[in-house]
């Protein structure tokens, strides 16, 4: 089985964003189930310095909305640094695994819900996320990261006295985010904006 490669974004804290590329066993593997392992696939594991990290090559490294700060060659990332990412494919899986989704939540008689999440707070900025998510959401909490589609993504930040929000754009509708930063959440029955 040969290795493939696909673009991956990775928000950290304050707004880092890294893009670049990511190893994945092959093409159909989804980048969620990567980082949801317990071994995370590396093609070449003697690189690996953290057992709980994933191997970018190719890098840019953004500060907010300005222009690339720094390249890498290569780098590791911590899973526990992670707030969340988004990579290449527009969809969530492809179509056997649509279906299979669909068979599990018709069984276990869960519906899409709409989902609320209020990360935990670094300095003076935080994310208010909102997005649809198919499934047992008390099973994905035990995950690394939960997949949510329909997303809308709010920065939170306090500039001298006043709290700002600044919407946060990215290509797709589809993110994962991190349970280790998940301060709150609560299903409601909005719908994303």
């Given at each position: 089985m040969e290795?493939?490669?696909r673009k991956l974004v990775i928000v950290t804290s304050l707004g880092k964003k890294y893009s670049g590329l990511v190893d994945v066993p092959s093409e159909t593997f989804r980048t969620t189930d990567l980082l949801n392992s317990s071994n995370i696939f590396w093609k070449n594991p003697n690189?690996?310095?953290?057992?709980?990290a994933i191997f970018m090559?190719?890098?840019q490294l953004f500060l907010g909305d300005t222009g690339v700060y720094k390249r890498f060659d290569s780098i590791?990332?911590?899973?526990?640094?992670?707030?969340?990412?988004?990579?290449?494919i527009e969809s969530v899986?492809?179509?056997?695994?649509?279906?299979?989704?669909?068979?599990?939540?018709k069984q276990s008689s869960e519906e899409a819900q709409t989902v609320n999440i209020i990360t935990r707070q670094a300095g003076n900025f935080f994310?208010?996320?909102?997005?649809?998510?198919?499934?047992?959401f008390k099973k994905k909490s035990h995950n690394?990261?939960?997949?949510?589609?329909?997303t809308n993504i709010l920065g939170i930040y306090r500039e001298q006295d006043k709290w700002m929000q600044e919407k946060i754009k990215f290509p797709?509708?589809?993110i994962c985010v991190s349970n280790t930063h998940i301060e709150s959440f609560t299903f409601t029955n909005d719908q994303p904006l």
């Amino acid at each position: 089985m040969e290795a493939k490669q696909r673009k991956l974004v990775i928000v950290t804290s304050l707004g880092k964003k890294y893009s670049g590329l990511v190893d994945v066993p092959s093409e159909t593997f989804r980048t969620t189930d990567l980082l949801n392992s317990s071994n995370i696939f590396w093609k070449n594991p003697n690189l690996k310095c953290y057992d709980n990290a994933i191997f970018m090559s190719n890098v840019q490294l953004f500060l907010g909305d300005t222009g690339v700060y720094k390249r890498f060659d290569s780098i590791q990332v911590k899973l526990s640094e992670i707030i969340y990412f988004y990579d290449e494919i527009e969809s969530v899986g492809n179509e056997m695994e649509q279906k299979r989704a669909t068979t599990m939540v018709k069984q276990s008689s869960e519906e899409a819900q709409t989902v609320n999440i209020i990360t935990r707070q670094a300095g003076n900025f935080f994310y208010d996320i909102t997005g649809v998510f198919f499934g047992l959401f008390k099973k994905k909490s035990h995950n690394n990261f939960i997949p949510l589609t329909k997303t809308n993504i709010l920065g939170i930040y306090r500039e001298q006295d006043k709290w700002m929000q600044e919407k946060i754009k990215f290509p797709h509708n589809f993110i994962c985010v991190s349970n280790t930063h998940i301060e709150s959440f609560t299903f409601t029955n909005d719908q994303p904006l």
